[in-house]
């Protein structure tokens, strides 16, 4: 089983205030694998097990209930690189002297 989180993971200090912190975090390390955008966002889920739930933490694995819990951070992201490819080469462009271009993308569906 594996979890990904498409948000941050809060630090140990911003996630106890919820009453149920260590049944989020215990559901959480019922999976096998346990992915985040960041790497920082790893440390701060790590650092719930290790304050939270007194659990043993070697590097990105937790030891639980005589099992491994993989923390690995997953980015995902558009194709960036083919993106700056194109833009590159794009062409009409030229005749906009002068011209200052601004484009902005958000996420509209935060779910």
């Known amino acids: 089983i594996a979890f990904?989180?498409?948000i941050p993971f809060p630090t140990w200090d911003v996630l106890k205030i919820l009453p149920w912190c260590r049944e989020?975090?215990?559901?959480?390390?019922?999976?096998?694998?346990?992915?985040?955008?960041?790497?920082?966002?790893?440390?701060?889920?790590?650092?719930?097990?290790?304050?939270?739930l007194n659990l043993?933490?070697?590097?990105?694995?937790v030891y639980i209930g005589g099992r491994r819990v993989k923390v690995l951070p997953l980015p995902i992201?558009?194709?960036?690189?083919?993106?700056?490819?194109?833009?590159?080469?794009a062409t009409g462009l030229s005749t906009l002297d002068n011209t200052q271009i601004i484009l902005g993308v958000d996420r509209l569906d935060y779910t």
Do not use: K, M, W
């Open 77 to 89: 992201s558009i194709p960036f690189h083919r993106f700056e490819e194109l833009a590159s080469s």
């Open 4 to 6: 990904f989180l498409h």
């Open 24 to 52: 989020v975090v215990q559901g959480i390390l019922d999976s096998d694998l346990v992915g985040f955008h960041l790497p920082d966002y790893c440390t701060n889920f790590l650092d719930c097990c290790t304050r939270g």
């Open 56 to 61: 043993q933490v070697e590097d990105t694995t």
